[in-house]
């Protein structure tokens, strides 16, 4: 009877090893999306938070909200919430989207398009919640490089546009 039972808890910590092994070598753009999908189903307080702010309007661009935008284009949409500094209520939420293709004006002034075909969209919001909460400021990236101003409103209107 505890040879069965001892095969039992074996086998069932080895399922767990492979499935736990094959989560940490998987790409970030599946992994992701679990992590998402786990913090918005066990963590209310995150959930609350995540929903307020995708449902916050665009800056430049009241139209539309955040997840309106966001959530229009690409495959696999994300939005993970992590703490910066829990006593000053500072967090980051990670918005991350997959295979998004962008045609985005240059800020050199020239009229020319720059292309990005299947691009990883990735957009952090640092946010204050308390008495008053607010977004303190929006990074984006697209393939892992920084955007400056110009491109972060580009990504915004053109996603916007093409909803």
Same mark, same amino acid.
């Given at each position: 009877?505890?040879?069965?039972?001892?095969?039992?808890?074996?086998?069932?910590?080895?399922?767990?090893?492979v499935?736990?092994?094959?989560?940490?070598?998987?790409?970030?753009?599946?992994?992701?999306?679990?992590?998402?999908?786990?913090?918005?189903?066990?963590?209310?307080?995150?959930k609350?938070?995540?929903?307020?702010?995708?449902?916050?309007?665009?800056?430049n661009?009241?139209?539309?909200?955040?997840?309106?935008?966001?959530?229009?284009?690409?495959?696999?949409?994300?939005?993970?919430?992590?703490?910066?500094n829990?006593a000053?209520?500072?967090y980051?939420? !990670?918005?991350? *989207?997959? $295979?998004?293709?962008?045609?985005?004006?240059?800020?050199?002034g020239? %009229? /020319? @398009? =720059?292309?990005?075909?299947?691009?990883?969209?990735?957009?952090?919001?640092? !946010?204050?919640? *308390?008495? $008053?909460?607010?977004?303190?400021?929006?990074?984006?990236?697209?393939? %892992? /490089? @920084? =955007?400056?101003?110009?491109?972060?409103?580009?990504?915004?209107d053109?996603?916007?546009?093409?909803?």
């Amino acid at each position: 009877m505890i040879n069965k039972i001892c095969r039992v808890v074996g086998g069932i910590l080895i399922v767990c090893l492979v499935v736990f092994g094959i989560y940490k070598i998987m790409p970030n753009q599946y992994s992701y999306i679990i992590d998402s999908k786990l913090q918005m189903l066990f963590d209310s307080e995150a959930k609350e938070i995540i929903e307020k702010y995708q449902d916050a309007k665009v800056v430049n661009n009241t139209s539309y909200t955040y997840k309106q935008v966001l959530e229009g284009a690409p495959k696999n949409p994300s939005w993970i919430l992590e703490t910066v500094n829990e006593a000053e209520g500072t967090y980051k939420l !990670i918005y991350n *989207g997959y $295979k998004i293709n962008f045609e985005l004006e240059k800020d050199d002034g020239s %009229g /020319d @398009l =720059q292309v990005y075909t299947n691009a990883h969209l990735c957009v952090e919001f640092y !946010i204050t919640e *308390g008495e $008053k909460s607010v977004i303190n400021s929006i990074s984006v990236y697209i393939n %892992g /490089d @920084l =955007q400056n101003d110009h491109y972060k409103q580009e990504v915004f209107d053109f996603l916007a546009q093409n909803l």
